[in-house]
């Protein structure tokens, strides 16, 4: 069963970073492609960014150039750096893994389990 908790989440004023966590049990991250989601209040979850096994990073538009994805094989974490944060990035953060170990793609549909999430909350 795979379990993943995120953390790193807080309160930062725009143009901040941070960088958020995701601790994985259950499944290798060296041979997996995770994910991460974030959601915002009365809206859907938004792919956010993916990593395949092989460590290429994947990211939607509007993160892309700000956000970096990358992962610990060894301590089976993968983090997301964020930076030049907007207050538009404020939503709770998932972590997520694929029903497929290759899929990197942004469809929710494609993801299987997650965590409980981490809030980030950017403010002018």
């Known amino acids: 069963q795979v379990q993943l908790a995120e953390s790193g989440g807080g309160l930062v004023q725009v143009g901040d970073s941070l960088r958020l966590s995701c601790a994985a049990s259950?499944?290798?991250?060296?041979?997996?492609?995770m994910g991460w989601f974030r959601q915002a209040p009365g809206k859907e979850r938004e792919f956010v960014a993916a990593i395949s096994a092989n460590s290429d990073p994947y990211y939607s538009a509007s993160v892309k150039g700000r956000f970096t994805i990358s992962k610990d094989n060894a301590a089976n974490v993968v983090y997301l750096e964020m930076s030049s944060l907007k207050a538009k990035d404020s939503a709770v953060y998932f972590c997520?893994?694929?029903?497929?170990?290759?899929?990197?793609?942004?469809?929710?549909?494609?993801?299987?389990?997650w965590g409980p999430g981490t809030q980030v909350s950017v403010y002018a």
């Open positions: 997520e893994a694929p029903s497929s170990y290759y899929y990197t793609g942004p469809s929710a549909d494609g993801y299987v389990c």
């Open positions: 259950g499944r290798s991250i060296s041979t997996s492609a």
